[in-house]
């Protein structure tokens, strides 16, 4: 049971982690045309879309990715927690 929740922990950091990296590869000309950003768009677009949705970006900068890693930090936070109750 240790290794589950290790495991889900680990992915969810990890997948905070390709969330920042393509997010920070907007910054770059032609970055999110390459082999690695167009792997990160597969895997960052469809959970960054419902949070576009509902988050409408102030002027030139979205916010929604911010929103995005923190639903990520609070989903881990919890499984944390829900682990400790669990012991």
């Known amino acids: 049971m240790d290794q589950i ?10 997948y905070s982690y390709a969330l ?9 000309p ?4 390459s082999a690695i950003g167009s792997f990160l768009a597969k895997i960052c677009e469809p959970f960054l879309e419902p949070f ?11 916010i929604s990715p911010i929103v995005a890693i923190l639903v990520l930090n609070f989903a ?5 927690q829900l682990y400790m ?3």
């Open 52 to 62: 576009r949705k509902i988050i409408p970006p102030l002027g030139m900068i979205d």
């Open 30 to 33: 032609g970055a999110r045309e």
């Open 5 to 14: 929740f290790y495991i889900v922990s680990r992915a969810l950091e990890f």
């Open 76 to 80: 881990n936070m919890g499984l944390s």
């Open 20 to 28: 920042i990296i393509y997010i920070l590869m907007s910054w770059f």
């Open 85 to 87: 109750m669990l012991l």
